[in-house]
């Protein structure tokens, strides 16, 4: 079984996605371009979000009329990046729930090592979509989808603001079973394990860091 890739291809986030790339975009503008891609990610990644029919009134008449079903949606950012794409997904899912993974490298094995998992209850009557800005190796977001696969939510989507081939695969070899959802796929990563072209270190740009 091979993962899917789904490219958000739609003009504005392409539009937005480019001006986030650009060197001289400071840190206020980009938080703002984050948060306005982030609300058009989450129009796609809920678009099959299943809904039932509820009896209302308008004004004028009765009618049955779709609401979401289910539990709400658990937003699981993977700490520290994962929350600027979470603060545009919540202006458009204001009720969903939210977790946080918090994940480092440990130098001597390079393993991921967990330092921070929190969820809300009932995870296995809940939809789950992970987010954090860049998948790089792909490892830390497959070690925190791996950590989350404990809680057994319902279903899991990863959301991304920009993927590089080899962590889209390494990120498929380990979870063929979970989307992939992101405006581009670039050509590769540098020695450094940022991705080309890319656009920098997302955490740093966001929170005026470096
Ligand atoms: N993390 C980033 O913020 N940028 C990259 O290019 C790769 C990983």
């Given at each position: 079984?091979?993962?899917?890739?789904?490219?958000?291809?739609?003009?504005?986030?392409?539009?937005?996605?480019?001006?986030?790339?650009?060197?001289d975009t400071?840190?206020?503008?980009?938080?703002?371009?984050?948060?306005?891609i982030?609300?058009?990610?989450?129009?796609?990644?809920?678009?099959?979000?299943?809904?039932?029919?509820?009896?209302?009134?308008?004004?004028?008449?009765?009618?049955?009329a779709?609401?979401?079903?289910g539990?709400?949606?658990?937003?699981?950012?993977?700490?520290?990046?994962?929350?600027?794409?979470?603060d545009?997904?919540?202006?458009?899912l204001p009720?969903a729930?939210?977790?946080?993974?918090?994940?480092?490298?440990?130098?001597?094995?390079?393993?991921p090592?967990e330092?921070?998992f929190?969820?809300?209850s009932?995870?296995?009557?809940?939809?789950?979509?992970?987010?954090?800005?860049?998948?790089?190796?792909?490892?830390?977001?497959a070690?925190?989808?791996?950590?989350?696969?404990?809680?057994?939510?319902?279903?899991?989507k990863?959301?991304?603001?920009?993927?590089?081939?080899?962590?889209v695969?390494?990120?498929?070899e380990?979870?063929?079973?979970?989307?992939i959802?992101t405006?581009?796929?670039?050509?590769?990563l540098?020695?450094?394990?940022?991705?080309?072209?890319?656009?920098g270190?997302?955490?740093?740009?966001m929170?005026?860091?470096?």
């Amino acid at each position: 079984m091979t993962g899917h890739v789904e490219v958000i291809d739609h003009p504005l986030v392409q539009h937005k996605l480019t001006l986030m790339r650009k060197s001289d975009t400071g840190t206020s503008r980009f938080r703002m371009l984050l948060q306005e891609i982030s609300m058009l990610l989450a129009y796609e990644v809920t678009r099959d979000l299943k809904v039932t029919q509820e009896d209302i009134e308008t004004p004028l008449q009765a009618m049955s009329a779709p609401v979401l079903d289910g539990k709400k949606v658990v937003l699981i950012s993977i700490l520290r990046a994962g929350g600027g794409i979470l603060d545009g997904m919540l202006k458009i899912l204001p009720s969903a729930r939210v977790g946080h993974i918090g994940m480092y490298r440990d130098p001597n094995t390079l393993e991921p090592v967990e330092y921070y998992f929190k969820v809300p209850s009932e995870m296995a009557r809940r939809d789950a979509v992970v987010m954090d800005p860049m998948l790089a190796t792909g490892n830390s977001a497959a070690a925190a989808v791996q950590r989350l696969k404990q809680a057994q939510p319902k279903s899991i989507k990863f959301v991304c603001l920009l993927a590089a081939p080899e962590g889209v695969r390494a990120f498929h070899e380990q979870h063929p079973d979970v989307p992939i959802y992101t405006p581009a796929v670039d050509e590769r990563l540098n020695e450094k394990g940022y991705i080309l072209p890319g656009l920098g270190d997302a955490g740093d740009r966001m929170f005026g860091t470096s």
